[in-house]
């Protein structure tokens, strides 16, 4: 059973930066695509930001030049880098891992930007 595990959220003002990391664990495939959602208070979940094996990148129009999302392949991570919070950045935060076409998720960490 594959597990994923984030670390990383908390609490900051307006304006700093926050590390969120994921790992992996306990898969025998190669993980196609992993990537971040989250969701906001009274939200839908939305995606943040997304990379492949590959190293190819998406990233929500909203988070575009202020988050980076980066792989290890070898070790099954992945983290954001989030830099410029602001208080709508405010959510739990889901690290997911897809193999094929079965979806895997972390149970969520809150990341609270104060203004």
């Known amino acids: 059973q594959v597990q994923l595990v984030e670390s990383g959220g908390g609490l900051v003002q307006a304006g700093g930066s926050l590390r969120l990391s994921c790992a992996a664990s306990?898969?025998?495939?190669?993980?196609?695509?992993m990537g971040w959602y989250r969701q906001g208070p009274g939200k839908q979940r939305e995606l943040v930001a997304a990379?492949?094996?590959?190293?190819?990148?998406n990233y929500a129009d909203n988070v575009k030049g202020r988050f980076t999302i980066s792989r290890d392949n070898a070790k099954n991570t992945v983290d954001l880098q989030m830099n410029s919070l602001k208080p709508e950045d405010t959510a739990v935060y889901y690290c997911?891992?897809?193999?094929?076409?079965?979806?895997?998720w972390g149970p969520g960490t809150q990341v609270t930007v104060s203004s």
């Open positions: 990379v492949t094996s590959g190293g190819t990148t």
């Open positions: 306990g898969s025998r495939r190669s993980i196609n695509t």
């Open positions: 997911y891992g897809r193999i094929t076409v079965t979806t895997y």
